[in-house]
């Protein structure tokens, strides 16, 4: 019960980050279109402003001009008369706005003379005096200007040149028309309002259906996470991507490489448990097999511990081999520890001088030969010593007593030579064909054992390689193996 809380657990994680992913995608296409509406609203409402502009400073020429029309001579003189009808067109209906006083007539007029002397309308409304410009677009003169009313309310005023005939003959006057254009921002302002209402309104059905698209774009993930927990822990087969997105390709390419690393390490550790099973099976049955003969006294106690004691010793070196060799198959990223300088031909001096017992036991002529000048390396010491001592107890293993072995170090281009030889009875040809696999025997019972694959695993990590062959030189018999290192700069 408590694997499936966790699975449970794990499935709904994988939903929640698969609904953030959903939520950073409306997030990210959310706040462009909403700075776009934002900014559209801004520029509609900027064009409803002068386009409102426009079309009611075309209504004050209109009015100035039908209130010029209506200046007539009246016993003899000019008299003006604003007819209703021009009332109309600035009803209070049409321009009603929070900020006008209730029976506030929407129209502002003053007609005087061009030297500010009063004619009709407005006697408190400031005069415009002198002669307007001529305004092309409207083929007369005539001038556009604003000002602040009483209360500091902004109006808007065209000044009107009209010719109009009177008793001393022809006169010109101005004809001022205006109107509060509070009404004006008023429109402008529900243009905005209703052109951001549609907009939103746009905007909340498209995310709703991002909201949609995303959630079906994102159900193969889903789809995907629910089988992979669903899956028993053996199972380490790679997930099929014929079914899943393009997108998603990259992901699963990457889990699938881990699965089958994954799996290529529980497979060594596997074989690592079943070979150290048999390899540690034979040396307990002999090492009870030595005890029991002691304590029925079948041999002499001290035969017998002498026995246990050798038998203990190998099996001392297999468990150490053991473990040096998962060390090795657990790749190069655990393996680098200590990176050193090393002078090659002095760690090989110094493996001699280890291993200088098993030499002597078995009466050898032993050669070290190398350059007369320092050999320098830098990289893993332990490493490398490991492998040469694996590998010159094999050749000591397999020496004839009184036979000659040597060690000898050399260079070819980019590379250092670590040569291990002996003048043995050589490889036998099962045993070479599989030569670098661990446990394996030949002819005699004599085989690789475990150290050639230790010695190959460590070459690898160390970017090297490791060969092992026959001797074919002349009147020359035994194996000769050579581990080869590239040359590194040794910093001072």
């Not at 409402?45 to 209506?70: E, F, P």
């Not at 007029?109 to 009709?120: H, I, M, P, S």
Request: glycine letters at 8%; hydrophobic letters at 45%; charged letters at 20%.
């Amino acid at each position: 019960m408590a694997a499936r809380r966790t699975d449970g657990t794990a499935l709904q994680d994988a939903t929640a980050r698969a609904f953030s992913l959903r939520r950073r995608l409306l997030i990210w296409m959310a706040v462009p279109l909403l700075v776009f509406v934002l900014f559209d609203a801004w520029l509609g409402y900027r064009n409803a402003l002068q386009t409102t502009q426009s079309a009611y400073d075309r209504l004050l020429v209109t009015a100035a001009h039908a209130l010029g029309d209506m200046i007539r001579l009246e016993r003899g003189e000019l008299q003006v008369t604003l007819p209703h009808s021009a009332l109309e067109l600035y009803s209070t209906d049409v321009r009603t706005d929070l900020r006008e006083q209730p029976g506030r007539s929407p129209l502002l007029y003053r007609v005087n003379f061009l030297n500010g002397d009063f004619l009709a309308g407005d006697a408190a409304l400031p005069a415009y005096t002198g002669l307007p410009p001529l305004n092309v677009a409207y083929a007369s003169r005539l001038q556009f200007y604003d000002r602040d009313m009483e209360g500091g309310e902004p109006a808007r005023f065209v000044a009107l040149w009209q010719p109009v005939e009177s008793a001393e003959g022809m006169r010109y006057v101005v004809v001022q028309v205006g109107e509060y254009v509070s009404y004006r921002y008023a429109i402008g302002r529900a243009l905005l309002w209703n052109t951001l209402a549609r907009q939103c309104a746009l905007l909340l059905l498209l995310l709703v259906a991002m909201w949609v698209v995303a959630t079906a774009a994102l159900r193969p993930l889903r789809v995907l996470a629910r089988s992979v927990e669903q899956r028993s822990p053996d199972d380490l087969q790679p997930i099929a991507t014929a079914a899943t997105p393009e997108e998603v390709g990259p992901l699963l390419a990457a889990f699938n490489g881990l699965l089958a690393r994954v799996d290529g390490s529980r497979q060594r550790q596997q074989r690592f448990v079943a070979d150290a099973s048999h390899q540690l099976r034979t040396p307990l049955a002999v090492l009870q097999l030595h005890a029991e003969s002691g304590l029925k006294g079948d041999v002499p106690a001290r035969e017998a511990l002498a026995s246990i004691a050798d038998t203990t010793g190998r099996t001392s070196r297999v468990v150490h081999q053991l473990l040096m060799w998962n060390r090795a198959q657990s790749g190069q990223a655990d393996l680098v520890q200590m990176v050193e300088s090393v002078e090659l031909l002095g760690l090989m001096r110094d493996v001699a001088v280890e291993v200088s017992p098993l030499l002597a036991r078995g009466q050898l002529d032993f050669s070290l030969d190398g350059p007369e000048t320092p050999a320098p390396w830098r990289g893993e010491r332990w490493m490398v010593e490991e492998i040469l001592k694996n590998l010159l107890t094999n050749a000591i293993q397999h020496a004839p007593q009184r036979s000659v072995l040597g060690m000898r170090l050399g260079e070819n281009g980019q590379e250092w030579e670590l040569e291990v030889w002996d003048s043995g009875e050589g490889l036998a040809k099962a045993v070479a064909e599989r030569l670098f696999e661990p446990f394996i025997t030949g002819g005699g019972g004599k085989g690789a054992g475990l150290g050639l694959a230790i010695c190959r695993d460590l070459a690898l990590a160390l970017g090297g390689t490791l060969s092992v062959r026959n001797r074919t030189g002349a009147g020359q018999t035994g194996v000769s193996a050579v581990l080869r290192l590239p040359k590194t700069q040794v910093e001072p």
